[in-house]
């Protein structure tokens, strides 16, 4: 294949990828984004669109076609601990123009930033073109990818030259590691185990996970059916396997009686998929001519199902900070610094509070009768104004993004920060006070 050149080369056709080529090519800049697959249908990746994010589509003014697509609505975040319902956060309160999760397959938001993005001449889409190494100059900076792709059914390689190269690939980012940036990882407890199941009409609708003889399930509404995840000790997928599809079965019934007559559903174990939970975070994000952004600088967990957003807020983030830098084709090493500057500080407070998190489920794997509900949850969460705090939190979270030159939300800046730092502050009093998120 020629090699190409472009100002901006993106690697990866995820949430960070896809919104940065977008804001980029919306800003003029000609951006060409790679993605290995033929196209973005892959199941049991996130689906939960955070007000923070669809406040990026009000302020791109793309909110009302975004909203078009088939979606669920969530207004609150619930749990069922030991047989016992709390209601843990409430997004009707948020200071942004949309008040709710969106929950929609991830397959759809992104192709619809490909669509939104194809109205600008410099935005270019390469299904199927996957990332295998980077071109260095001779001064040792990064000045493109090498890459293939399948042409008539032979394999081509190709090259793309560039200004600057974006990994968006993800926790295993190929790029990252042919650059040489190694994470750190944290040592993670728990995996998560994800299955399809029929929904009926009259199950609960929002938010629903359920905590009891020592398991945790997770219930999200896809309308006809529940995306569900099996929350499982770290590395025990073979032995869950080993005891067979019915225990499996057996064990989701237990936690939520009302799909025991839709477990046979589950009809083998092609019908799962494991998802190996990992926390890590690249002490440096970036290089000359590369920068590492969304989970390919700081891989999340799936607690809180914030990844996507977080993801999204870096790009806005980077779009904000190189955008005008790449049309004066001008990027220099401290403007990838001061992406990392900004963006870092949100990702450790959110890791930490998912490795915290990780440690009360892990907890209660211990226990294998009825379970009851820590007293300090109870409390707090009879504590009037707390599940507003938890929906800033969850729904807002640290250093929201707002996309450069458009319209704002009615957002108070002060009390999103207020709420940040009340809602941390009571849940690690919780963690700290009820020890294990449930006893037997």
Known sequence: ?????????????????????????????????????????????????????????????????FLALP??????????????????ADFTHVPTHCKYIALMPQWDLLDFLAQQGGRY????????????????????????????????GVEQPGRIQASLTVACDGRRSTVRAAAGLKPVERGVPIDVVWFRIRRKEDDHGEFFGIVNF???????????????????????FDEIKSKGLDEFRQTIAR????????????????????????????????????????????????????????AIQDAVATANLLGPA?????????HLASVQSRREFPAKVIQAAQARAHRVL?????????????????IITRIPGVQRVMGFVVGVGVR?????????????????????????AAFIWVWRRGGHTARP
């Open 400 to 424: 929201p993004e707002h996309v450069a030159g458009t319209r704002k939300s009615e957002s108070n800046v002060a009390v999103i920060v207020a709420g940040c730092a009340a809602g941390l």
């Open 71 to 88: 979606h669920q609505k969530v207004t609150s975040a619930n749990a069922m601990i030991g047989g016992e319902t709390f209601h843990f």
């Open 255 to 310: 936690l939520a009686p009302f799909l025991a007559d839709r477990t046979g559903e589950i009809a083998s174990w092609k019908d799962v998929s494991l998802l190996s939970v990992q926390i890590d975070r690249l002490p440096r994000w970036y290089e000359r001519g590369l920068l590492c952004i969304g989970d390919a600088a700081h891989a999340m967990s799936p607690v809180g199902g914030v990844g996507i957003n977080l």
């Open 1 to 65: 294949m020629e090699p190409m050149e472009t100002s901006c080369c993106i690697v990866g056709g995820g949430p960070a990828g896809m919104m940065l080529g977008y804001l980029l090519a919306r800003q003029g800049v000609d951006v060409i984004v790679i993605e290995k697959h033929k196209d973005f249908l892959r199941d049991f990746r996130g689906d939960t669109v955070h007000p923070s994010t669809l406040q990026v589509m009000y302020e791109l003014g793309l909110l009302e076609r």
């Open 214 to 236: 020592g398991e945790a399930l997770v219930l999200i509404n896809r309308r006809d059916y529940f995306q569900a995840g099996l929350i499982v000790p770290k590395g025990s």
């Open 326 to 334: 790449l049309l004066a084709d001008n990027v220099t090493i401290a």
């Open 362 to 378: 892990a907890a209660t794997f211990s226990a294998k009768q009825q379970m009851k509900a820590p007293w300090p949850l109870k």
């Open 121 to 152: 001449p410099g935005f270019h889409v390469l299904m199927e073109h996957e990332a295998t190494g980077v071109v260095r100059g001779a001064d040792g900076a990064v000045k493109g990818v090498e890459m293939r792709t399948c042409v008539n």
